[in-house]
């Protein structure tokens, strides 16, 4: 059975740092990897999709990275700012088509 | 912003009585799901629908049904709410199987069980 985990829980850093966020996964045969960000009392937003054949994928500030065959993947917030305290959440597309989340590292930036 | 709703957004009822979600969107999606949210547990998906109809269980479908009648709407029911399900409930949609494409979420149901 598929088990995501994101180690830490929580995160506290000075704005301007550059940050790495962890997600590990116990079954390398997956679909692709996704990371949502969530605000507190809304909604999920993706953020970015690697699918199984990538390595990374990029958007703008963030770099999201996957190593298969390590059952790592990371997300890379470079420059952080205030508005990027939030609860990010990584999940994995397995061979039933589903999504099997972790429970979130809670970000905060601190100005 | 993909065009999902969720009503109602907040809730408290009472142990033993039934409670129906309901989940709107205007995207044409096949796929809509329903996941709940716990602390320390991530989301978890209860049902999922992949036509109008044609719904499926999730990893915690135990005390949940669903309905899919329109390709729009998607319905979640606790025929016999309980405390243990106490929870954010949200709902998503895809073009493609969940696993494949991105999901797109609601805003979320919060739901007390009294």
């Known amino acids: 059975k598929q088990e995501v985990t994101q180690i830490p829980a929580a995160l506290s850093v000075p704005e301007g740092e550059n940050l790495v966020l962890n997600c590990s996964f116990t079954?390398?045969?997956?679909?692709?990897l996704q990371w949502f960000r969530q605000d507190p009392g809304k909604g999920l937003t993706s953020l970015l999709l690697?699918?199984?054949s990538q390595r990374e994928q990029t958007s703008g500030r963030l770099n999201a990275s996957l190593d298969k065959s390590s059952g790592r993947s990371t997300l890379y917030i470079a420059a952080s700012q205030p508005g990027d305290s939030a609860t990010y959440l990584c999940?994995?597309?397995?061979?039933?088509?589903?999504?099997?989340w972790g429970a979130g590292t809670k970000l905060i930036i601190k100005p | 912003d993909a065009g999902i709703t969720q009503s109602p957004r907040h809730k408290v009822t009472e142990t033993g009585t039934p409670v129906t979600l309901r989940c709107h969107q205007t995207?044409?999606?096949?796929?809509m799901y329903w996941y709940r949210q716990d602390p320390g547990h991530g989301l978890r998906l209860i049902h999922y629908?992949?036509?109008?109809?044609?719904?499926d269980k999730g990893e915690v479908s135990d005390g949940y049904s669903v309905s899919r009648s329109k390709t729009e709407d998607f319905l979640l029911t606790l025929e016999s709410a309980t405390s243990s399900q106490t929870s954010v409930y949200f709902c998503?949609?895809?073009?493609?199987?969940?696993?494949?494409?991105?999901?797109?979420f609601g805003p979320g149901t919060r739901l007390t069980v009294l």
């Open positions: 690697i699918q199984s």
């Open positions: 995207e044409n999606h096949r796929y």
């Open positions: 999940a994995v597309g397995g061979r039933n088509y589903q999504l099997i």
């Open positions: 629908s992949y036509g109008v109809k044609d719904t």
């Open positions: 998503a949609i895809s073009s493609q199987a969940g696993a494949i494409n991105e999901q797109f």
């Open positions: 079954d390398s045969a997956i679909y692709n």
